[in-house]
């Protein structure tokens, strides 16, 4: 037995021996949670609690000031009937248990008579979102799809803590798809909005928001890309886009809710998703907060927008127009007009310059530069960067105010008649600009020559030409009748490839073309 025992306490004094070698410089003992750690994975794991402490500050502070959205419709429709479910009893059966008309169910009169219809209104969900406080007096800004789409709607709004508030509308604007309504109630949780201009590719964010009605559901991911505009959300000519791209999980139901950085403040609103599935794939797009404040403060103060206007048509930078011009591909965005009389002609801005900064920021996406001008209150100053003939210049232009009607007046259409010259190396064909032409399409004091026929599948047709079009320069080259582009033509023949400037009777543009051999 005693020398079982030497046996059984010397093999404890190896292992203690043993531990005390390779084992006491790599371990540290931790009494407040109870664990061995490694000393290096000890601090890697405390920096994960503190940021994960981070976000459940943020959550836990931001969450009360995010609503969940009902929209409901009254509709008047028949009274429900057991003939709904189809086949589930004979007749016979329903009539004997339940009387001739069968437990609600209209059931034909012995004499062939169809009984008295039956009409009452009822309610019925038309949408559902989320929204943010950000006013404790009540007023909550979300998406215009989740709330303006229905006309005579019932809009009503649930709080974290339970309460039920009917909303009313203030305001929306449906061309940056966002809504602001109010309830009567006041002290009410709010959110601070931040500078979406400082939000960082790469920093973190949480959404936060109702997907598929689970309320006041959190998520977290990092900004994946800024100034997104071209993503195929609403129609591309009426929409006012410049996106925040994040990783953060967004569904259906999320549309409203507030993207918010790790300083609590309010970046972006949740309005759309990229997906194949219809639920999160890891892309999703907020509207950014500073579009956000200028809509919802007009929509306060007066029930509208007014647009800031910079007074050109621009078009973006392709590969044919860069090579056209000289340029790196996609490094700015050409303008093709200058309009009389606006911020931009007055600042001496010209046709075919190439915008490459915006207020010392380079430019991006077209429809995110647009948005930006649109969000610029009228007689605001703005600094440009240019290229003219390969050379920068700067310009400060004002910016001036948006005709919404003007812009959305229809340009003119059809093509007109008479003696014509077909260009088969672009396929169109084109006529001299009467006066008569001119003044039916709207060209009164232009020159150039009208575009009366496109050939399908021509490069013409697929670079969006149309009849109708009055063609006004050839390589830079100004023409004003069949002959002169029928010269220019052909000395564009021997480069392969041929600039036009066109317009629409609203609008000019430059169109790249290569010629067909």
Same mark, same amino acid.
């Given at each position: ?21 390779? &084992? ?160 009567? &109630? ?111 403060? /007009?929509?306060?103060?007066? #029930?509208?927008?007014? @647009? ?42 010209? /046709? ?17 530069? @647009? ?20 050379? @920068? ?12 009607? &003007? ?12 003696? &014509? ?26 020159? #150039? ?64 073309? @290569?010629?067909?051999?």
């Amino acid at each position: 037995m005693w020398h079982k025992a030497k046996r059984i306490l010397l093999a404890a004094a190896l292992a203690v021996a043993v531990l005390g070698v390779f &084992a006491v410089p790599l371990l540290v003992f931790e009494p407040s949670s109870n664990a061995v750690y490694g000393a290096d994975t000890s601090e890697a794991i405390q920096t994960l609690k503190d940021f994960g402490d981070t976000f459940a500050q943020v959550a836990e502070t931001a969450s009360p000031a995010v609503v969940s959205i009902q929209v409901t419709g009254e509709v008047t429709s028949p009274q429900m009937q057991m003939g709904d479910f189809p086949n589930m009893f004979p007749d016979d059966l329903l009539e004997f248990f339940f009387g001739p008309r069968g437990f609600g169910r209209q059931l034909p009169q012995r004499k062939g008579q169809a009984p008295e219809g039956r009409q009452w209104p009822r309610e019925v969900p038309m949408g559902q979102g989320s929204g943010f406080i950000i006013d404790p007096d009540g007023y909550i800004v979300t998406n215009n799809h989740v709330v303006g789409e229905v006309d005579g709607a019932k809009i009503t709004v649930k709080l974290s803590d339970g309460r039920e508030f009917e909303a009313k509308m203030v305001g929306n604007d449906p061309k940056t798809d966002v809504a602001l309504i109010k309830v009567e &109630a006041g002290g009410l949780p709010s959110l601070r909005l931040g500078d979406s201009d400082a939000t960082k590719v790469g920093e973190w964010v949480l959404a936060i928001g109702n997907p598929f009605g689970l309320s006041h559901t959190v998520t977290a991911g990092i900004v994946s890309a800024r100034g997104r505009g071209d993503v195929g959300i609403g129609d591309s000519a009426d929409f006012y886009s410049d996106f925040i791209q994040t990783d953060a999980a967004i569904n259906p139901g999320n549309s409203g809710g507030p993207l918010i950085n790790l300083d609590g403040e309010v970046v972006g609103m949740n309005t759309a998703i990229y997906s194949r599935t219809g639920g999160s794939m890891g892309i999703g797009f907020a509207i950014p907060v500073n579009m956000i404040k200028y809509v919802e403060t /007009q929509l306060r103060d007066k #029930g509208t927008v007014t @647009r800031g206007q910079l007074g050109v048509g621009i078009q973006p930078l392709t590969k044919e127009l860069a090579e056209s011009f000289g340029v790196d591909e996609g490094k700015g965005i050409l303008i093709g007009q200058v309009m009389e009389g606006t911020g931009a002609d007055k600042a001496g801005l010209k /046709q075919g310059d190439i915008i490459v900064e915006y207020n010392g920021q380079p430019v991006g996406d077209l429809n995110s530069f @647009r948005s930006r001008i649109a969000s610029t209150a009228p007689g605001t100053d703005i600094q440009l960067v240019v290229l003219r003939d390969g050379k @920068r210049i700067e310009k400060s232009v004002t910016i001036g105010t948006l005709d919404e009607k &003007a812009v959305e007046a229809a340009a003119p259409g059809g093509g007109p008649g008479g003696p &014509a010259k077909i260009e088969k190396d672009i396929g169109v064909t084109v006529q001299n600009l009467t006066d008569d032409v001119a003044a039916e399409l709207g060209y009164e004091g232009e020159q #150039g020559v009208v575009v009366s026929a496109v050939e399908p599948g021509s490069p013409a047709e697929m670079a969006g030409m149309q009849s109708g079009n009055l063609i006004q320069e050839v390589n830079r080259t100004k023409v004003s009748n069949i002959d002169q582009f029928q010269e220019a033509m052909e000395k564009a023949g021997k480069k392969g490839t041929v600039l036009l400037l066109v317009s629409d009777g609203q609008y000019s543009r430059y169109v790249a073309l @290569r010629l067909a051999k």
